[in-house]
């Protein structure tokens, strides 16, 4: 028998269609309005997004001195894809009028990038009310933006009540250290940036102020987790409360970001216990252990960090390698190939490697389907990392980690630096702004994609190849 968690997140949406043609329209700029499909008309928004965003940001106004126009569009591609990567210092650089506009591109992009994202997911088959399955339908059949917002009102609703809670835990601290204007300002600005996993910080140093200091440390890790897990994932916890009820779906997103992150944690208290420049400088178990959690949890999905990041060893260095290609969940503010491809990827190898042709975990059996978009994701990723790292390593004459480090942040939307970001060249903060966009729409565009093929019925005769 299957239970309710599973029928209401796992059965497919069998009758669904994507692709079929509008209906006649009266006039020509409402049929093409209607012929524009979602993926672009979410990129359309974006580039907008940026080119206000880069307007606004050159502004006298919005800078203590003035900013070339392409550190400008740098810092906007940045903040609309939720990644932190700059160019220029945010705290020291920009005011208060540049900071807020800093803090509302990053509020549009990772809202709307949400919207859309759990748009995908319901018309791909994950159900959570009847209401949310018509609007999805209705939406991705007309490109309607009036039954978008009707379905980004409650993701808006979750987002905004998230950070509401995240200002008032921050400014707890804040507040008695800077005084009410500032500590109000440093926990509106934190507590936004931290839930859409932007990693934007008032210090050069990002929080490192505050590798000792536990209220901050876990407020912030609390935010940028939550963002991580995103909108599906957190409303069925809260709805469902038992495990038991949970569907197969989310179990394995907990079950995969707890592992991922304790694993990590472990890592790097070990790796980098007795380094003098990053966790041998702290005093106290208690201390090393914070740094590393923090430093653990944000590769995957946020660009905040304790530690000097270009302090780090090797082994710790290619650790955030990985979990930066990994990244979030699916649906949620973060980017990556999703930890839910990377669960599906080591299930697969273990099955093949026990001699078992089918996929089975929590009593279900993994589709074929499914296994080819976990693929094709993460071949679209390798290919994208691979070619910005050579054409980075053409262009730029620098490290061959700081590079692949740089590129691999921008595609995961992470935000971690080396500190060769400002150093890279117009050219190359080109190819990172595009990995930046890619890495944000590149999965949620084929995952749009896969929802409108057209199925054939034609099979040939089946062959062999060697591998491995």
Not at 12 to 33: C, E, F, Y
Not at 309 to 316: E, V
Request: aromatic residues 8%; proline residues 3%.
């Amino acid at each position: 028998m299957v239970g309710r968690a599973e029928k209401t997140c796992q059965e497919p949406m069998t009758d669904m269609r994507i692709d079929k043609a509008p209906p006649p329209q009266k006039g020509r700029w409402k049929n093409r309005r209607r012929s524009i499909k979602p993926p672009h008309l979410l990129l359309q928004a974006f580039i907008v997004l940026i080119g206000i965003g880069s307007c606004l940001l050159k502004l006298p106004i919005a800078t203590v001195t003035p900013i070339s126009w392409m550190e400008a569009a740098f810092t906007a591609t940045s903040a609309v894809t939720v990644t932190g990567l700059v160019v220029v210092d945010t705290g020291n650089q920009f005011t208060t009028f540049g900071q807020l506009i800093i803090l509302c591109l990053i509020q549009l992009g990772g809202l709307g990038l949400m919207t859309f994202a759990v748009l995908t997911a319901l018309a791909l088959g994950f159900k959570l009310r009847l209401k949310h399955q018509l609007v999805a339908q209705e939406a991705f059949n007309e490109v309607s933006l009036k039954t978008a917002r009707r379905a980004g009102q409650s993701i808006a609703f979750f987002a905004l009540t998230t950070e509401a809670i995240g200002i008032l835990l921050l400014a707890t601290f804040m507040v008695p250290e800077l005084g009410w204007q500032e500590g109000l300002y440093q926990a509106l600005f934190y507590a936004i940036s931290a839930f859409n996993n932007a990693g934007f910080a008032l210090s050069p140093d990002s929080l490192s102020a505050y590798v000792s200091h536990p209220g901050i440390s876990l407020s912030v890790t609390a935010l940028f987790i939550t963002g991580g897990l995103g909108y599906i994932v957190t409303m069925e916890v809260l709805e469902k409360r038992r495990w038991s009820q949970l569907s197969v779906y989310v179990k394995v997103i907990l079950i995969t970001t707890v592992v991922l992150n304790a694993s990590a944690v472990v890592a790097i208290l070990v790796l980098e216990f007795n380094n003098p420049s990053t966790l041998g400088a702290l005093d106290g178990l208690g201390n090393k252990l914070l740094a590393a959690w923090f430093q653990g949890v944000t590769p995957r999905t946020a660009g905040f960090n304790t530690l000097d990041i270009g302090a780090l060893t090797a082994g710790t260095t290619v650790l955030m390698l990985l979990l930066m290609f990994i990244g979030g969940a699916p649906n949620s503010t973060a980017s990556g190939i999703k930890i839910s491809t990377f669960f599906i990827l080591i299930t697969a190898t273990r099955s093949f490697l026990k001699g078992n042709l089918v996929i089975n975990f929590f009593g279900r059996s993994l589709s074929r389907e499914t296994l080819l978009k976990a693929l094709a994701t993460t071949t679209i990723g390798m290919a994208t990392i691979f070619m910005a790292v050579w054409m980075l390593a053409i262009l730029v004459e620098d490290d061959f980690m700081d590079i692949a480090f740089e590129v691999v942040s921008a595609f995961g939307t992470v935000g971690l630096s080396r500190g060769t970001t400002s150093e890279l060249g117009t050219a190359g903060q080109l190819i990172i702004m595009a990995v930046m966009l890619i890495g944000r729409l590149g999965p949620l565009t084929l995952g749009y994609t896969l929802t409108i093929r057209r199925k054939t019925n034609i099979r040939y005769a089946t062959t062999e190849f060697p591998v491995g």
